[in-house]
């Protein structure tokens, strides 16, 4: 969670930071970050909020993800909010979300079967 709000808040594009911007290879590794980063909110959502359902907490990654890009392009002079890093970090999040639904199912099938 701390990583989550140290890049979301960093006032300045982390790329730019790093030096990393305008290669072409960039965008590609940036929405997959996006996803890895998400993934263990979905695996923490999933086992804090056990009957929340892996759909309610894809859901509120998209919101959470959604104000975090809005903070960027209205609150933050040096960032600017994207749309593809909403559906990146709901993807992730969801993708953490699913695993522990399906490690669970197959948990409570193994213990009945």
């Known amino acids: 969670m701390t990583a989550l709000a140290v890049i979301g808040l960093w006032p300045r ?3 730019e930071a790093l030096g990393l911007g305008g290669h072409w290879w960039y965008s590609p590794l940036e929405f997959g970050a996006n996803i890895v980063l998400f993934v ?3 695996i923490l959502s999933m086992l804090v909020a056990r009957r929340a359902g892996w759909h309610r907490v894809a859901a509120a ?3 959470l993800s ?3 890009e809005l903070a960027q392009g209205l609150g933050l ?3 600017t909010g994207a749309w593809q ?3 990146a970090n709901t993807t992730g ?4 979300a699913a695993g522990v639904f399906v490690a669970q199912r197959r948990s409570v099938c193994g213990r009945v079967g």
């Open 77 to 79: 002079p040096g960032r």
């Open 85 to 87: 890093d909403v559906i």
């Open 40 to 42: 263990p909110l979905g």
């Open 13 to 15: 594009h982390v790329d």
């Open 93 to 96: 999040a969801a993708l953490g």
């Open 61 to 63: 990654a998209f919101a």
């Open 66 to 68: 959604g104000a975090i």
